[in-house]
Structures are given as C-alpha cells and as structure tokens.
T-cell receptor, first 114, second 114 residues
Framework: GAGVSQSPRYKVAKRGQDVALRCDPI?????LFWYQQALGQGPEFLTY????????KSGLPSDRFFAERPEGSVSTLKIQRTQQEDSAVYLC???FGGGLYEQYFGPGTRLTVT | AQSVTQPDIHITVSEGASLELRCNYS??????LFWYVQSPGQGLQLLLK????DTLVQGIKGFEAEFKRSQSSFNLRKPSVHWSDAAEYFC????????????WGLGTSLAVNP
C-alpha cells in the first residue's frame, strides 16, 4: 500500500528564497506531523495537525516557517526567506488517530540553502 | 525539561554478536517510549514501543527492549546482529497529551563487521 510521500526529495535554494515542501499522508490518517532533522541529529518536532486543525506549532523556529493542511489531507510546509541554518531534512509523519498510534514517516525532503 | 539521551554515538559489532543500545529519558509524566530505525535513504521505521504492561517488549526484526522505570531506561537489544541491521537507531518519548509529539535522542549509528 502507499505510504507517506514527500516532494521534492531534494531542494536547493538560494538564501532568501521561499520554498514549499509537500507531504501526502497515508489515506485516512487523521494526524500529521512535521519534524526537522539536522545533519547528525535526531528529529525535532515542528508542528502537528489533527485533520485541518493545527493543534501545536510550538516547534516552528521562527515566523518564517508556516504549515497548512487546508482539507485535512495534504500538508505543505513553507519557509520564507530561507537562511543557511534552515538546511536540514524535513520529515513528515502521519498516524491513524490522535491517540498513541504509530507515526509513519515519509522519506523526507533534504533542503540545502546556499 | 523532557529529554532523551542516547549515550553511544557510534557502535560497531561483529555479525552474529549480541547488541544493546542504551536510551535514558527524563520525563515528568508517564512516558510512552519508542525505538525507530533509519536506514540510508529510507524513512524512519518503528521497531517497537512501550505504553504500559509487560516491561519487556518485542519488536520487528528480532529486536526487543526493556523498560526500567527505576533507571529511567529503555534499552534496545538483539541477540544476534545481521549485517542488514547497520543503520541509525533513535529512541523517542511522547506524552499522554493531545499532540503526541515525539521527543528524540540524537541517535546511535550501528556498524556491523562481517
């Protein structure tokens, strides 16, 4: 069956450019998470959606980061005016419910800001 | 503050040898604990999880982990390592709140010698 997909898989942006990263969760999954994983580090939580509602955005590093999930399915993470410190792998995960269900991860988008 | 510590950054074992990866957590509430594996170019995959009940949990690929509340530990074990187990291993913890965001350790990189 289809898993979580993310696009693009790789993105190179010049400093100051805006980028948009897409996540297609597993069909029917209510919960969607975004994580940021810097090189050699563990993932760090960015934000969480339950259906279309963004219930927690406490991990977004600055107001340049914005996420949406308007129809409760596909989600987009947008980074405005990218900086070099934004270079990382951005991971999306989805789970069946808001409870203690397993989070299924996509392959990630590797963002490099030059 | 909530945190997860994986004391070993890198471990090398011989194929067929036993393996133990350490994980310690600091968490005020009842912890829900996970081990994930990340292979190059692949998404994070759940190996096993502990929510409650039996403190020895079995996972996929022959892995098991033991929850020890007195030591705040959740160490991952495998009796006989295969070359295909070479990967990055992450321990993570979450809470019983609504968002279920995962807090991650920095990971342990496992190399397997033939």
């Amino acid at each position: 069956g289809a898993g979580v997909s993310q696009s693009p898989r790789y993105k190179v942006a010049k400093r100051g450019q805006d980028v948009a990263l897409r996540c297609d969760p597993i069909s029917g999954h209510v919960s969607l998470f975004w994580y940021q994983q810097a090189l050699g580090q563990g993932p760090e939580f960015l934000t969480y959606f339950q259906n279309e509602a963004q219930l927690d955005k406490s991990g977004l590093p600055s107001d340049r980061f914005f996420a949406e999930r308007p129809e409760g399915s596909v989600s987009t993470l947008k980074i405005q005016r990218t900086q070099q410190e934004d270079s990382a792998v951005y991971l999306c995960a989805s789970s069946f419910g808001g409870g203690l269900y397993e989070q299924y991860f996509g392959p990630g988008t590797r963002l490099t800001v030059t | 503050a909530q945190s997860v510590t994986q004391p070993d950054i890198h471990i090398t074992v011989s194929e067929g040898a036993s393996l133990e990866l350490r994980c310690n957590y600091s968490y005020g509430a009842t912890p829900y604990l996970f081990w994930y594996v990340q292979s190059p170019g692949q998404g994070l995959q759940l190996l096993l999880k502990y929510f409650s009940g039996d403190t020895l949990v079995q996972g996929i690929k022959g892995f098991e982990a033991e929850f020890k509340r007195s030591q705040s530990s959740f160490n991952l074990r495998k009796p006989s390592v295969h070359w295909s187990d070479a990967a990055e291993y992450f321990c993570a913890v979450t809470n019983a709140g609504n968002n279920r965001k995962l807090i991650w350790g920095l990971g342990t990189s496992l190399a397997v010698n033939p």
